[in-house]
């Protein structure tokens, strides 16, 4: 049962294959065994995952049925969980504890999901490696000696490793599905407003969005199923009915628009990835789609464009951190300069001071119109390409990631690092929804196939990415190292 889908394990809860609290004391178990190397848990709450294990199987017993009831899931440690700690990956929280749980984590109590924990991040999600946490770097199950993609990438490590069956993660520049591709699991990012922010630490609220680390579609749209909705909360949550995402996985893709974005196959792309990805596309196109060729013309100006807004927001939302009121407070200070000074800069990262050092740049006076507002004229025709793409085609496909994960280390220069979202920046930017599915290997590591819809098309590429994974196997490979029954 370990390596099950949340949807083979629903059914056989229901069977009464397993209870869980056997299901729970088996993932606690495999954490226990193998997260030492990995590090991709923050904090474990063993006792109360078996608490509510055992709730979950007495509501069994009474005839509930939810789909979720008893299935363990990992919280990236950006959501706020009440009276567990929450750091954001960040020393600056790292003893927080809050008063409260973020909408997500309560919406997927209420759907009967026990919460085995915290997964590890890049500080305050800022990262594209999983090496800047406070609480240090996480290994990619595949091979440890590189990283597992970020910010979710302990989300996705968990995951892949077989340390949970789903997991939460948040998405402000391709946080979900790039460690998706990375770790080769399946990482959904909804439409902005989709899914409420409420609760959930702020990075760069006009960007940042909450989705779904799973094996498979399919268990996104479980998932998504039970996250989705309107919450007064939050001022930008949609009011929109909620698809059933289960319900339309199975429509064929004949007649399906695939647009092909010819900037996602330019320099810069390994060839591997990009063999792997074309014969990815030719299934989708032997399965009834049409591969239709198009240009997103401002697509090279994502991510410049989203290195002025990202850290400006960032700028603003990390103003709350200065010593006084939570968080971290340096020892003796002696002055009240001294106090946010020194709290900052030692409760802060080198990667989350350069952001907030940047970003307050771009919104001082007199570089305010030169950087940030030029920078959201930039994102308006980034989306209006979207806009104009969705006119031709029903989704858009190519690759996630330029290339397979890379060794710890080895992205030292941060421009270097910006640039490993290049293929996801443009979706946050647009506000649209992504999925990030395994789509092959190249030198023994997973590489991801990006499938983009319009907006609130989630239910569209879902279903697109659970026809691929009936056609293909590429998301039950599993790493070698954990692949083993506990």
Not at 29 to 43: G, H, M, S, V
Not at 223 to 248: F, N
């Amino acid at each position: 049962m370990l390596h099950l889908t949340v949807t083979e394990l629903s059914a056989a809860l229901s069977r009464g294959e397993f209870s869980s609290v056997e299901l729970t004391r088996m993932f606690l178990d495999r954490i226990n065994l193998l997260n030492p190397a990995l590090n991709a848990y923050i904090t474990v709450c063993e006792e109360s995952a078996l608490a509510a294990a055992a709730a979950a199987d007495q509501a069994r017993v009474r005839g509930d049925v939810r789909p979720l009831l008893g299935i363990p899931v990992a919280h990236k440690d950006i959501f706020c969980t009440r009276g567990l700690r929450t750091t954001c990956g960040s020393r600056i929280l790292r003893d927080f504890l809050p008063p409260y749980d973020a909408c997500v984590v309560e919406k997927l109590r209420q759907a009967g999901a026990v919460m085995l924990g915290k997964t590890n991040m890049d500080e305050f999600a800022m990262g594209s490696s999983n090496e800047t946490s406070f609480f240090g770097k996480v290994g990619n199950p595949f091979d440890t000696g590189r990283v597992p993609g970020g910010s979710s990438g302990g989300s996705a490590a968990a995951v892949a490793a077989g340390l949970c069956p789903m997991a939460t993660g948040t998405d402000t520049g391709g946080s979900i599905r790039q460690p998706a591709s990375f770790c080769g699991i399946t990482g959904f990012k909804p439409s902005y407003g989709r899914v409420s922010r409420w609760g959930m630490i702020a990075f760069a609220s006009s960007l940042d969005q909450a989705g779904t680390l799973t094996k498979t579609a399919a268990d996104a749209a479980l998932m998504m199923q039970a996250m989705a909705g309107l919450d007064p909360r939050d001022s930008t949550s949609v009011d929109r009915p909620v698809e059933d995402y289960t319900g339309e996985l199975g429509s064929s893709l004949a007649g399906l628009r695939v647009g092909v974005p010819r900037p996602h196959f330019a320099e810069g792309l390994s060839p591997g990835v990009e063999q792997g990805v074309r014969e990815a596309l030719a299934e989708l196109e032997r399965a009834g789609a049409s591969l239709i060729d198009i240009d997103l013309p401002n697509n090279h100006l994502s991510v410049p464009a989203y290195y002025v807004v990202a850290p400006a927001e960032a700028s603003a939302n990390l103003s709350r951190y200065d010593g006084v009121r939570y968080g971290y407070r340096c020892e003796e200070p002696a002055d009240l300069e001294d106090l946010y000074t020194r709290t900052r800069s030692e409760g802060f990262g080198d990667e989350v001071k350069r952001r907030i050092l940047v970003g307050t740049y771009a919104l001082s006076a007199g570089y305010y119109d030169a950087y940030y507002r030029k920078a959201q004229r930039i994102r308006r025709l980034i989306r209006q390409d979207f806009i104009s793409a969705f006119e031709q085609v029903d989704v858009i496909a190519g690759p996630t990631s330029p290339h397979v994960a890379f060794p710890h280390g080895a992205k030292a220069d941060p421009v270097e690092m910006y640039l490993e979202d290049i293929f996801t920046i443009a979706v946050n930017l647009a506000g649209l929804p992504g999925i990030s599915i395994p789509a092959g290997f190249e030198e023994g590591m997973p590489f991801g196939l990006q499938i983009i819809g319009p907006d609130f098309g989630e239910a569209r590429i879902l279903n697109v990415a659970r026809q691929f994974q009936q056609l293909t196997d590429w998301h039950k490979r599993l790493p070698v190292s954990t692949a083993g029954e506990s």
